[in-house]
């Protein structure tokens, strides 16, 4: 008996990637709320799909975030600077990296130095980014800037009046002990930690 021979379907097509949609059209831009470090807009836009919407969005310079480190000691798990502060939004206090706000035609760098002075009074000779990421894009055109400073040494911290800051340092393995303990909430500070405990682990920090 001859062999029978099937034919098998040819492999499907590779779907074609979605094309990315185009940005929504700006109608109009209302300044709703002035207030000293954001502004709040209500925009209306045209959306890709031709529907309108109205979107309420804070305004702001940007912000940087310090993950400054002690590797004098033992570098595969130095020593982190910390903050604990309360916070009224969050209505607790919190465990963080420094940061704060750039200024205008301030760059980013230039803020992380002086942020972490004010704050800490330490000050750091090697700075190195590591990301920039959008907080909560949704509402918050807010972005933030990671930089990693190395070879720190002490100084004197400028807090501003209403900033009631401890200062603190705890090896990078006890930080991590905190994050899986659910202890730091500080979604930049969970981020920081994630990124510069995976350069550790790929030996690349």
């Known amino acids: 008996m001859a ?10 097509k590779a779907v074609e990637k ?4 185009t940005k929504p059209r700006l109608i109009s831009s ?9 502004s709040v ?5 045209e959306e ?6 109205v979107r309420d969005v804070i305004r702001h310079n940007g912000s940087v975030v310090i993950l400054a480190v002690d590797e004098s000691k033992d570098p595969n798990d130095p020593d982190i600077i910390f903050e604990r502060q309360y916070r009224h939004a969050a209505g607790q206090f919190l465990i963080e990296l420094p940061a704060g706000r750039v200024e205008r035609k301030e760059s980013t760098l230039a803020a992380a130095k002086r942020e972490l ?3 800490t009074g330490y000050r750091a000779k090697r700075w190195t980014l590591l990301t920039k990421y959008f907080a909560s894009p949704g509402f918050l055109g807010e972005w933030m800037q990671i930089y990693l400073a190395r070879d720190i040494r002490e100084g004197a911290a400028t807090p ?3 900033e009631n800051i401890e200062v603190f340092r705890l090896p990078l393995s ?4 905190l994050v899986a303990a659910n202890k730091i909430h500080d979604g930049k500070t969970l981020i920081g930690l994630m990124l510069f405990a995976a350069a550790i682990r790929k030996g690349s920090s």
């Open 18 to 21: 979605r094309k990315r949609s």
């Open 117 to 119: 002075i004010e704050e």
């Open 48 to 53: 890709p799909g031709g529907g309108i919407n």
């Open 30 to 38: 209302k300044l709703a709320y002035q207030g000293k470090v954001f």
């Open 3 to 12: 062999a029978q021979i099937i034919k098998r379907p040819s492999a499907p």
């Open 174 to 177: 006890e930080a991590l002990a």
């Open 41 to 45: 807009f209500t925009d209306t836009v």
């Open 160 to 162: 501003e009046p209403d």
